[in-house]
């Protein structure tokens, strides 16, 4: 029997009303029971079932000295990785070569094809330039299963990828440049062991039977008025499951049409989980990431994010995190912000494709949260209405590790 807890969200969501805190199996969020309050927008509810882990009452936030210290001394990394990041170079070229020509796949090793053998013995080389090859498949891989996440995998260099490398190479010991040197690759290699980066899959009965819409309407009118924002395709579906870009899960399987039980298919041998010690978190509004580090002060994770703009800016300052909803309703407010037509307040269904995924991270700053998004591809290329959006899986990963009271900061 599932229990709606009724919260509010503004920009992209406000906590409100009553909320039954639960545990959840991996990591308990010291759950409580929040008696009723006054809501200062009665719009925008949002609910969760009963396996939510909510904390929803916005509290003033308190900072001890030992975390203002750390805080400072997370920043002060973040500001030496930013100023060591090269962001003007190929990430795949050699930091002693000057001006590399870009790598066709045609001048690519013979092992660098887009088989799983290939991909699974690709290897690095000098100046391999910018493009979509077997190599960053397999660094991409490599980096997200280190807990350097490039987002959504599609074998492209980019600034995702530029970025998943300064933080590797940052939790690793590795000057952070963001180029995927030798020294580098052979410390992904490393930690990987003898894990290989692409498995074969065979798709299940359970594969196909979803639940799956046919299309998920842009009007947030229409949407509400669906029992769930589910997933439109098997190939989508399959796609997060992999932490994997649709359209390369296709390139990969180019003679699969995913609608049968017992297709094999080629797809990333992916982590699930992240470190236990998840003691501060740093959105870094410029680089557009967030950072993870421990009690020891040191990076243990980062991910991609997309981040408030100019027009519906992040907030600045210290902050904590106050609980986990998995699966939540999303309510739209015209009073935050105006979709299409829309000028009547909206409550849209659970699921992968609502406005903020499928889970919300709340924080101590009412109406601003960590959440998921239906466009895992378009993260850090795009930006959100002030909460800080992940892929699903990455979301999914911080929620279920993340205690209440771990502190957030937002650098710009």
Known sequence: MFVRTVLAMSLSCMFAGTALAATTAEQPLNPQLISDTAVE????????????????????????????????????????????????????SAPTTAAPATTSASTAPAKASWTLDGLNNASWYENIGKGQFPVYARAHVMLNNAHASPGAIDGTSGKNTLKAIASFQQMNGIKPTGVLTQETWDALIARQGSKPAFVEYTITEDDLKGPYVKSIPGDYALQAKMKGLHYTSVTEMLGEKFHMDENFLKKLNPNANFNKAGQKLIVANVRNDLPEDIHLIVAHKGAKQLYLFNSRNQMIASFPASIGNTNTPSPTGTYKVTGVAPNPWYSYSPSNFIQGKNMKPLSLPPGPNGPVGNIWIGLSKKSFGIHGTPNPSMI?????????RLTNWDANDLGRKVRSGVTVKFLE
């Open 41 to 92: 927008d009665p719009i925008d509810p949002l609910a969760t079932d009963a396996s939510a882990a909510v904390v929803p009452s916005e509290v003033e936030t308190q900072i001890t000295q030992q975390e203002e210290q750390d805080l400072n001394k997370a920043s002060a990394t973040l500001e030496d990785l930013q100023n060591a990041e090269d962001t003007q170079a190929d990430i795949g």
């Open 380 to 388: 850090s290329k795009s930006y959100s209405h002030g909460c800080i």
